[in-house]
């Protein structure tokens, strides 16, 4: 249940002893003790204690001390500090355009918080309420009061109203009073969600402050725009945390009622005060921004709470989505319009239609070689750019339907395409990608961004690529020999210690990027080569550059992204990461590669997010009405969020590609929020998807107008969905329906290839097949699968609502000869035995699995 702020109810246990006359009042009930002494400078909170198992215990070192920020003049926008990289450069450096923008915002005195003048105060006077205490103070430039009282549902958790009336006209905010602090050397984790996560304090803020590489030494204040939960954290070695969470609909709405307010700045998030104690503090309004400028007279008020949590920061951060934003709520909402199956019906059509999926063949090398048209940014690019995304999809949807279209028509020339990328001269960068793209008027290969070859680039554009189609051609010696060629230069490529460097120039061959660390899952190339060619230097470099990894990024929070135009900024990569290490414990069952694997996807749940609460208001889209659940941001992830992330102006993406690892995940582990941020990523998202071609938007900002200048995401699509169903299905049967898994896609995230080998159903062998013209529903909540075994058909039918549903199926042409000869729910016990007619309806529980048998 959403907590109502607006409502509050008394604490169960609130004692108040007259202040005036002891000097000390106290706030407690069974879970939480809080006390405050009138001393000179005011009431001093001087003890914060929680019941853990029976005992009051210290938690952290209180303060109590209020701040709010004036200003007479509107704050400059412009930066005033210069920082720089660990090797000496400006960062982010003058060729990285989209960043420099992003980044000045991001360095003004406002967001540093040195803009205006910090004022200070204990309050002066104290008094009970009905439902807790009230203090009080004032100076010469406004007055400030605030309400605290211990809330009755979560009995940690501290509610607290603020109001400031002005007394002169300017700019104000607000700072949450600081409740307590943690020493530095108490600190086992902090994070500000979207942004960073971290157990240590980062001495460069470049590194801290991009790229989340330990904690920034600076009390940085972050917008809600990449914020993925309202919530600060940090957490001391005590094993006790601290968070700070705004009441919801405080921060900006996205899309507040006809176009996008996405770049509002309401709402500012820290993981320390104004004097840069570790405190999770907020800032309401932001200094300059909307509702900061008050008239004397005029007053402002908000509201926020404290939470003290016996537990990691997992665990607060759950409190936060769950209790407070409503997460499980705002899921119960979505439906859909059209099944995720039938999407991937008909994005095989776009696909193949050379036209809508701007498929080209160009001669290359005594080659032809086919692609995709990429219009987005590419150096060097004159809108001919040409690339291929999900090569394990595209060999895969051909298993699947036998289609000429893709296996006489694309396959041949997306395979040329591939040969063509690789450079097989010998020399330093042999085996290696030539580039991500292929320039059709200058006839050249080139990388994203710069002249530069990524070991990661290896291991995506070679080896996953590769590899993905060894598994449906592995007799197909020349794609061997070109993986062997790709797993030698990662193996001479790798340090001493196991980890790769970021890049090389492409001309001197000299490591770049010195500034940064491969914080990436480079190392599942050689795992993937392990598993292709069977030998065992190849598994035991991998284990080497994940146990790097895992002690490097996975303990300290550190991920680096993928996406060389934005500098490599945090981002999908680190959910990859994840399902990397669960592969590489798949193989060699070592039980610290599926425990970094488990801290990897916690990690990734602070890239979703989780506000505002999505309701059933309405809403106008480029003059169409919507229901406010149907464009929630609440859900999805980012490209790369953090301060100069895509996510600041385009807002998160519709490529739900950790949607199906989250379902792993929740097998895995049983946390419930894994398989909330799977559906609530996968399922109702209809308002980005074009109608035409079923082919979803990427970013949320364009809402609903198709795949654009990225007609290859579509492959990504086709990609992700089929792995988020086949996943479901294994977990809502209890793996009595499994199919083996291949290889993670490149870049975008941690789905998997399906069909290269048959699977299980229950007990029995089946080889997936393709559902068109073999089933539909009357329901566009009910998911259908299909597996072809010894002289029947299985379909796998499930229900993507929470709620039972009723659906009717309908066979086609395929199956036309075949009759449902029994019924099986999840684990496969038969519900029927009887032959059934088509056309009858089908029960299904909330979140449930049934499966026809056909003969």
């Known amino acids: 249940m959403i907590k109502k702020f607006a409502a509050l109810i008394s604490c169960l246990l609130v004692c108040g002893v007259l202040g005036a006359q002891t000097g000390t009042m106290l706030l ?41 920020i004036y200003t007479a003049k509107k704050p400059a926008l412009k930066p005033d500090t210069v920082f720089k990289t660990i090797t000496g450069e400006v960062f982010p450096g003058e060729n990285y355009h989209y960043q420099l923008e992003q980044w000045a915002l991001s360095t003004s005195p406002v967001a540093l918080n040195t803009a205006g003048t910090a004022y200070w ?37 501290i509610v607290v109203r603020q109001t400031l009336r002005a007394k002169r006209s300017g700019y104000f905010s607000c700072a949450s009073p600081t409740l307590t602090t943690i020493p530095e050397t108490e600190l086992s984790w902090a994070t500000v969600p979207g942004y960073f996560q971290g157990n240590y304090l980062q001495k460069n803020f470049a590194l801290a402050y991009a790229y989340g590489h330990g904690i920034p030494a600076l009390p940085a204040v972050y917008p809600e725009r990449c914020a993925s939960t309202l919530s600060p954290i940090v957490s001391n ?12 609909g405080l921060g900006r709405d996205p899309w507040e009622k006809d176009r996008s307010t996405q770049g509002d700045w309401l709402l500012g998030l820290s993981h320390m005060n104004r004097k840069g104690a570790l405190s999770p503090t ?143 001269e010998p020399g330093f960068f042999e085996g290696a990608a030539v580039g991500q793209y292929y320039l059709a008027k200058s006839k050249k290969f080139v990388e994203e961004w710069g002249e530069v070859v990524e070991p ?36 001479r490529w790798q340090k001493a210690d196991g980890s790769w460097p970021v890049a090389f120039d492409r001309h001197t061959e000299k490591e770049v990027f010195k500034d940064l660390e491969d914080l990436r899952p480079t190392f599942y190339g050689l795992l993937v080569a392990y598993r292709i060619l069977g030998d065992a230097r190849y598994l035991q470099a991998a284990k080497k550059g994940a146990d790097w990894l895992i002690q490097n ?83 999805l992830s980012f490209e790369h969020g953090g301060i100069f992330g895509s996510a600041n ?121 393709s559902s068109e013209d073999l089933i539909s529903s009357d329901s566009p909540d009910v998911e259908y699968l299909a597996a072809r075994g010894k002289d029947k058909l299985f379909i796998i039918v499930m229900n993507d609502e929470p709620r039972e549903l009723t659906a009717t199926l309908s066979f086609g042409k395929k199956a036309a000869a075949f009759k449902i000869v029994s019924v099986m729910d999840g684990r496969g016990k038969k519900l029927s035995s009887k032959p059934i007619e088509t056309n009858t309806p089908l029960a299904l529980p909330g979140y449930g699995l049934k499966t026809l048998v056909l003969e």
């Open 28 to 68: 407690q009930n069974r879970s939480l003790k809080l006390g405050w002494t009138r001393t000179a400078a005011g009431w001093t909170l001087t003890s914060v204690q929680l019941n853990r198992t029976g005992k009051w215990a210290a938690a952290g070192k209180p303060s109590g001390q209020h701040l709010f």
């Open 121 to 157: 105060s204990y309050p002066l006077t104290g008094e009970r309420t009905s439902s807790g205490i009230r203090f009080s103070s004032e100076n010469e430039v406004a007055e400030l009061t605030t309400e605290w009282s211990l809330d009755s549902l979560y009995p940690t958790d």
């Open 237 to 248: 070695r005590a094993g006790l945390s601290f968070s700070v969470i705004p009441r919801p």
């Open 282 to 424: 907020l800032y309401y309004p932001v200094l300059g921004e909307k509702g900061s400028k008050l008239e004397e007279g005029q007053t402002l008020s908000f509201q926020f709470r404290y939470s003290i949590t016996d537990g990691d920061w997992f665990k607060a951060l759950n409190h936060a989505i769950y209790d407070v934003y409503g997460f499980k709520e705002s899921l119960a909402l979505r439906k859909n319009r059209q099944s995720l199956s039938r999407r991937v019906e008909r994005m095989h059509s776009y696909l193949t239609d050379p036209a809508t999926s701007m498929w080209n063949v160009e001669d290359f090398e005594n080659r032809k070689i086919g692609a995709q048209s990429y219009l987005g940014g590419v150096v060097g690019s004159q809108r001919d750019a040409m690339k291929n995304s999900d090569y394990g999809a595209m060999w895969m949807l051909a298993s699947l339907t036998s289609d000429p279209k893709l296996t006489r028509d694309r396959l041949p020339y997306a395979l040329n395409f591939k040969l063509a990328q690789q450079q097989t």
């Open 456 to 491: 990661i680039g290896l291991t995506y554009y070679t080896m996953l690529d590769v590899g993905n189609m060894l598994l449906f051609e592995p007799g197909n010696k020349v794609l061997r020999e070109r993986l062997r060629m790709g797993a030698s230069s990662l193996l």
């Open 553 to 635: 990024a996975v303990r300290t929070g550190s991920f680096l992204g993928v996406c060389g135009d934005a500098r490599y900024a945090p981002d999908f990569a680190t959910a990859q990461t994840a399902q990397c290490l669960l592969d590489l414990y798949d193989v060699a069952r070592e039980k610290k590669y599926l425990e970094a694997a488990v801290a990897t996807a916690r990690i990734y749940t602070a890239s979703i997010y989780t506000h505002p609460v999505a309701g059933a208001a309405e809403k106008e889209v480029n003059g169409v009405k919507r229901a406010d659940w149907e464009i929630s941001q609440s859900g």
């Open 649 to 769: 102006r385009e807002g998160p993406i519709l490529l739900c590609s950790h949607a199906p690892l989250f379902i792993r995940m929740f097998a895995i582990t049983g946390e419930p929020l894994f398989a909330d941020m799977a559906r609530a990523a996968a399922l109702g998202r209809d308002a980005f998807v074009d109608e035409k071609t079923s082919v979803a938007s990427y970013y949320w900002l364009a809402m609903n107008k198709g795949a654009g200048p990225y007609p290859h995401h579509a492959w990504w699509q086709v990609g992700w969905i089929t792995d988020y169903l086949l996943s479901e299905a294994e977990l809502r049967s209890a793996k009595t329906i499994t199919f083996p898994r291949g290889f993670v896609t490149p870049k975008v995230g941690p789905h998997q290839t399906y069909g290269f080998q048959p699977g299980r159903i229950y007990g029995e062998s089946a080889e997936l097949i």
